[in-house]
């Protein structure tokens, strides 16, 4: 996938390579970062395998794609054998969006995207739309999935179809979103979430490393000090180190 083909410019500023085996599990992620000042386009890319044996789940590219003023795009594709069962399963989504307007254009988009695959948007969408799966925060999109099957075709058709519709809402007037809700909930319980549910497929997958992941995904880029008190220390410290 080349996102420039989507009318992304972006400057590859990160790439992440965070990996681990513990106890029978081993994880590898690879992440890279791009990044556009004049529009603040910030898109990162994931690819990463949870293995224990023959059992796996393998993420092929998942994308975090954000904007000033516009709704990020969050999108998950799995390839998953779990006891010997295969699935194939395909989310994305617009999380925070605050404009009719934008949920509108995107919808429509997938609507007629979907159709063309011979999937029907407004049957995949109620339990994003609900809140079921994302609680406490406003958010449009769909999920679908095939069983017993890995098709990495079907996932990069749907990634090219859900790109297309998401430039078509980044091509409206901005409407200002509160993006960290979405990542607080992803660090925060979303991690615990998937730490459950890996370890209810036996992997052994540590709720901190799960936390770390999302972090580095979708976790702020820069923080202010908020005090004097930590500006004076952070004065102190430096001064130590220049001698």
């Known amino acids: 996938m080349n996102i420039e083909d989507y009318g992304f410019r972006a400057e ?48 092929p590219r998942t994308l975090w794609i954000t904007r000033d003023g516009y709704p990020p795009l969050s999108t ?46 407004d049957q995949l969408s109620p339990m994003i739309k609900s809140g079921k799966m994302f609680a406490g925060c406003t958010i449009t999109g769909f999920i679908c999935h095939k069983k017993g099957v890995h098709d990495m075709a079907f996932i990069e058709a749907l990634q090219d179809r859900v790109l297309k519709s998401y430039a078509k809402v980044l091509a409206l007037p901005p409407c200002a979103c509160p993006t960290e809700q979405w990542s607080d909930m992803i660090m925060g319980p979303q ?30 880029r820069s923080s202010c000090l908020n005090s004097n008190e930590e500006r004076e220390k952070l004065r102190s410290i430096v001064s130590l180190a220049a001698g």
């Open 76 to 121: 998950d594709g799995v390839l998953q054998t779990i006891g010997g069962n295969l699935l194939t399963l395909y989310f994305a989504g617009l999380p925070t969006v605050q404009s009719e307007e934008h949920v509108r254009a995107f919808d429509d988009a997938m609507r007629e995207e979907l159709k063309e695959m011979g999937l029907d948007y």
């Open 191 to 220: 991690a615990d979430f998937e730490y459950q549910l890996f370890k209810k497929w036996g992997f052994d997958v540590p709720l901190s490393a799960q936390r770390a992941f999302f972090t580095i995904m979708v976790g702020p």
């Open 12 to 59: 590859e500023i990160g790439k992440y390579d965070y990996n681990y085996t513990y106890g029978k599990t081993t994880v590898t992620h690879r992440i890279q970062e791009y990044f556009r000042e004049e529009d603040t386009t910030r898109i990162v890319v994931l690819e990463k395998e949870t293995r224990q044996g023959d059992d796996y789940v393998r993420l």
